[in-house]
């Protein structure tokens, strides 16, 4: 069974606590991209420039196999890995969270550390709006333009979105389509007459 859907959030979130005075800001953030990671950063570490620490974690890709968790100058796997810790509990990925901390004079100890990143991570999460999404893959059908109303039916019917179409004596049209559903497409090419989806074995 392909398995292609995973959670990400809807928009972004925020939330903050005192901890012995130091003040948790936290951020919940989709993303797509690293370069989104970066910009996000960027954008982050200059509006909060006068704050102790910013640490973050995220995690990209249908698997959340693309991950990275930075502690910014706390004890190391004090901060970066229990933000991504909450990332992985909450079943989440392509989601970046970042972790503001103004230090209020009273050390945490690496054990109050973690509680508290832990913590900052579950609230911005828990406020997080969890949405579904599928995994869609790019195919390009070709076919001979008689066959046209064949395959424009099976679009219809499977509720299938157009990307880009080539209308000559070959036809070419590219669709996004849930990566499970790849099969029963070429299933349904094999009943039209020299329809097929390019580059894969039929």
């Known amino acids: 069974m ?14 903050y606590f005192i ?30 420039y006068d704050a102790r620490h910013l640490c973050y974690a995220y995690r990209l890709g249908p698997k959340g196999d693309d991950f990275r968790a930075n502690d910014n100058g706390e004890p190391s796997g004090t901060a970066g890995k229990p933000i991504l810790g909450q990332l992985k509990s ?43 999404k599928t995994v869609n893959e790019e195919v390009t059908l070709t076919f001979e333009y008689p066959f046209m109303n064949d395959v424009m039916h099976i679009i219809k019917a499977e509720e ?15 669709l996004s389509i849930r990566l499970s559903k790849i099969e029963y497409l070429k299933f ?15």
């Open 2 to 15: 392909i398995i292609d859907t995973y959670q990400t959030i809807a928009s972004a979130s925020d939330s």
């Open 19 to 48: 901890e012995k005075r130091s003040k948790f800001l936290s951020f919940a953030l989709p993303i797509t991209t690293i370069e989104e990671v970066k910009n996000y950063l960027a954008v982050y570490q200059r509006k909060y």
């Open 90 to 132: 909450f079943e989440l990925t392509n989601v970046l969270v970042i972790v503001v901390r103004y230090f209020g004079g009273i050390k945490l100890g690496t054990g109050g550390l973690i509680v508290a990143y832990r913590a900052a991570a579950y609230e911005v999460l828990s406020r997080a709006e969890i949405i579904e």
């Open 160 to 174: 299938l979105h157009i990307i880009s179409q080539n209308y000559n004596n070959d036809c070419e049209i590219t």
């Open 188 to 202: 349904l090419l094999e009943k039209v007459d020299t329809a097929r989806i390019k580059d894969l074995e039929q």
